[in-house]
């Protein structure tokens, strides 16, 4: 379990994370939702140590990741994967080689081992016959493909989804809904998404938070989110431009 | 007045914060050489980028530069009868001096702009980040081997910019200046001694450090998207540029003085 506790962090002197509370529990998905600008990729980054809060704590089964050095840090993102919202492939290798990279980092395994995996995971992601080109030749949905491919390599056990769907075409996006359930339910892992994306929502989260100006303001199952009363919450889910939340 | 101070105290307050934390990523580069495990192939691929890349343009800087140093020497030379001087003055010119500061200058160019670049973009574009998530050190990934290519490239290319210079002294002091050829190469060799060529390749070394280091330091710190990554390879290519000529003047003073 992940235990974020009264997380805060400003970027000069710009409050971004303001007091965040929340818990993410084993083997369930927590969808992360919230604002453009919010925060939320700020909050992932601290989940997997890329990021140093200003002041607050974040337990990863009782030890404060915060407060690790490089080395210890290290140990502990090996449990993890991470898909970034721009999809971070290294440009300077071919899709094969970016997906094979954790595992060719990490593990002994030979290289007709490494390339199975790598076809594997492809697969998984709607990708076949992709490996030798280069992210630069991908379209936007691809390279994110590519990059949950990669996240997705090691088998982790928390695994950290920065907007998943963004730039793929509604049957992309259905697929990668559910390749996002079946891995889910097959490895019982840990999955934290962050997303824009309602239909999405819906069909994966077991739990739902919405980070609005800094902290989680809501927090719950869909059923409970869909009959909220917060009115901020439920604008943002029905998409109206009018109501609490001002859009300029 | 109070203007000034202010803007020499900023200055030097930005040169203290950059020396120092260029000198601790040089540390942690250093440290991170001796931690398992080693990937050659990562190193050869840099040092190649660093070697081939730049081969081409120091041979034709060198060659050109030996040339010239032929040209201008025997045009003062002559006036006191002393043409056969040419060629230990084209040759301990390019080797104590112009081989190792010329290819600092041409491999600060080629070599040192792109991996301002190649970081920098990875710092903009999240690579550097994606490498830390997946428990990979990017001081160790992407910094160590690019020093270490640069202490070991620049002086394979400087032996090689020395050779074409005084290859090139040559062809201009005996073809076309009609030196002999024995005078040529002999006063060469009653000149010019096994430590002013190793003392360059020295200089060498220093310029492969101070260039890589600049470099990575510059584009591992970029920010602000394209513009952010433009501006890390500018001043990549001219702080870089000026450490090696003020470097050169002190290893020189330290070096040959004696
Ligand atoms: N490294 C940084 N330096 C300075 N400011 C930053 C940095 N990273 C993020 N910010 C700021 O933090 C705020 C939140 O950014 P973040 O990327 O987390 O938003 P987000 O919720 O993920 O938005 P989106 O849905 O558009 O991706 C923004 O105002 C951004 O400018
Ligand atoms: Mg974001």
Not at chain 1, 39 to 47: C, E, F, M, R, T
Not at chain 1, 139 to 161: C, H, N, Q, T
Not at chain 2, 96 to 123: F, H, I, K, N, Q
Not at chain 2, 173 to 185: D, E, Q, S, Y
């Amino acid at each position: 379990m992940i235990e974020i506790v009264d997380l805060k962090k400003s970027f000069n002197g710009k409050k971004v994370l303001d007091g965040v509370n929340l818990k993410i529990e084993r083997g369930k998905i927590t969808v992360i939702i919230g604002r453009s600008g919010e925060g939320k990729s700020v909050l992932l980054k601290h989940i997997i140590g890329l990021l140093k809060p200003d002041s607050g704590s974040i337990y990863l089964d009782g030890i404060d990741i915060t407060k690790l050095d490089e080395k210890e840090l290290n140990r502990i993102r090996r449990r993890f994967g991470m898909l970034f919202q721009g999809s971070a492939l290294f440009d300077s290798m071919t899709v094969e080689e970016n997906v094979a990279f954790p595992l060719v980092e990490h593990t002994d395994l030979p290289m007709e081992e490494i390339r199975a995996v790598v076809r594997e995971k492809l697969r998984l992601v709607g990708l076949v016959g992709v490996e030798k080109m280069m992210p630069a030749d991908l379209s936007g949905g691809m390279k994110k493909r590519v990059a949950l491919a990669r996240a997705i390599a090691m088998d982790p056990e928390i695994v950290l989804f920065d907007e998943p769907t963004t730039g793929l075409d509604p049957i992309m996006s259905d697929a990668i809904a559910r390749l996002i359930l079946d891995t889910q339910r097959n490895l019982h892992t840990t999955y934290v998404v962050i997303t824009h994306d309602i239909p999405l929502t819906y069909k994966i989260a077991d739990c739902v938070a919405m980070l609005h100006q800094g902290k989680i303001i809501e927090c719950g199952t869909v059923e409970e989110i869909r009959r909220t009363s917060n009115p901020v919450v439920r604008q943002f889910l029905e998409g109206r431009a009018e109501g609490p939340i001002k859009v300029a | 007045m109070t203007g000034i101070l202010e803007y020499l105290g900023r200055l030097a307050e930005g040169l203290v914060l950059h020396t120092g934390r260029m000198g601790t990523m040089l540390f942690q580069a250093f440290m991170w050489l001796f931690v398992p495990p080693f990937k050659f192939r990562n190193l050869f691929r840099q040092m190649e980028f660093v070697g081939v890349k730049s081969m081409f343009v120091v041979i034709l800087t060198g060659s050109f530069t030996g040339m010239v140093l032929a040209l201008q020497s025997y045009n003062a030379l002559r006036r006191f009868g002393a043409e056969s001087l040419v060629g230990p003055t084209v040759a301990l010119s390019m080797t104590r001096e112009l081989g190792p500061v010329l290819t600092g200058l041409m491999v600060t160019g080629r070599a040192g702009s792109a991996m301002a670049t190649e970081l920098g973009t990875m710092r903009v574009t999240e690579q550097i980040d994606a490498l830390a998530a997946m428990a990979v050190n990017p001081i160790k990934y992407l910094v160590t081997p690019r020093l270490l290519a640069g202490v070991l490239m620049l002086p394979v290319l400087t032996v090689i910019a020395d050779f074409v210079g005084i290859v090139g002294g040559y062809v201009i002091g005996v073809r076309v200046l009609n030196i002999n050829p024995g005078t040529f190469i002999g006063r060469i060799m009653d000149f010019v001694k096994v430590e002013d060529i190793f003392n360059g390749l020295i200089k060498s070394v220093f310029f492969g450090l101070i260039l890589t280091l600049v470099a990575c330091y510059n584009g591992y710190h970029a920010s602000g998207g394209a513009e952010g990554v433009g501006r890390a390879t500018t001043v990549t290519v001219v702080l870089s540029s000026v450490l090696i000529l003020v470097f050169d003047y002190f290893l020189t003073s330290i070096m040959f003085s004696s």
